[in-house]
Nanobody, 120 residues
Framework: QLQASGGGSVQPGGSLRLSCVAS????????VGWFRQAPGKEREWVAC????????YYADSVKGRFTISRSNAENTVYLQMNSLKPEDTAIYHC???????????????WGKGTQVTVSS
């Protein structure tokens, strides 16, 4: 099971750090990703981190502002979000898969999301 947290309301230009804790399994050996879905829109891929954590990939819309990372000791994936914009408003979900190639095309394990709202 994956559970995201850390969402909230922030003004444009602000920062948030999302966390995604895995329970019942270890994230070691899994590629992980963050996705988001805004009201009335399709789910959008945000970032991927490879199994080895050596490779990370970002959607153009967040490149340079967001950073994905993980702590194997804490069994947690993070998404540091800086310079937030109103268009970043969405529910953010984390996901995991045993294959690097699964992100962002289709991942097996999904968690409940956390709401991020960016407005003045």
């Amino acid at each position: 099971q994956l559970q995201a947290s850390g969402g909230g309301s922030v003004q444009p230009g602000g920062s948030l750090r999302l966390s995604c804790v895995a329970s019942g399994f270890t994230l070691l050996g899994y590629a992980v990703g963050w996705f988001r879905q805004a009201p009335g829109k399709e789910r959008e891929w945000v970032a991927c981190l490879s199994i080895s954590s050596r490779k990370s990939y970002y959607a153009d819309s967040v490149k340079g502002r967001f950073t994905i990372s993980r702590s194997n000791a804490e069994n947690t994936v993070y998404l540091q979000m800086n310079s937030l914009k109103p268009e970043d408003t969405a529910i953010y979900h984390c996901a995991a898969d045993t294959l690097d190639t699964a992100c962002p095309y289709g991942m097996d394990y999904w968690g409940k999301g956390t709401q991020v709202t960016v407005s003045s």
